[in-house]
């Protein structure tokens, strides 16, 4: 049980830290666009485009996990369904 909660308070603290350096959605965003080198409307456009749905996938997946964002939360900025936001977090944990 201690080693839980020691895991879960060090998840807490990197969190707080990440928040604390200013890195926040728009930033993460502008991050995952450089990588792939989209722009935010090919990222927003939707599609089965393989480039596109990993850009989203990696979103998803780094917002949840490293800003602590929900995925309903990340849905409605990228305007998507919450369960395709939480679908794309998985599939980028698995890949990971």
């Known amino acids: 049980m201690a080693t839980v909660l020691k895991a879960a308070q060090e998840n807490l ?26 722009t935010f409307k090919e990222l927003l456009t939707g599609g089965k485009q393989r480039k596109m749905v990993r850009a989203r996938s990696v979103l998803c997946y ?20 919450s369960s395709t936001a939480s679908e794309s977090e998985t599939r980028a944990g698995k890949s990971s």
């Open 13 to 38: 603290d990197r969190k707080s830290k990440i928040r604390a350096l200013g890195y926040d959605f728009d930033w993460l965003v502008d991050r995952v666009l450089g990588l792939f080198g989209l």
């Open 62 to 81: 780094w917002g949840t996990r490293e800003l602590g964002m929900s995925a309903v939360s990340i849905s409605k900025k990228l305007n998507i369904a």
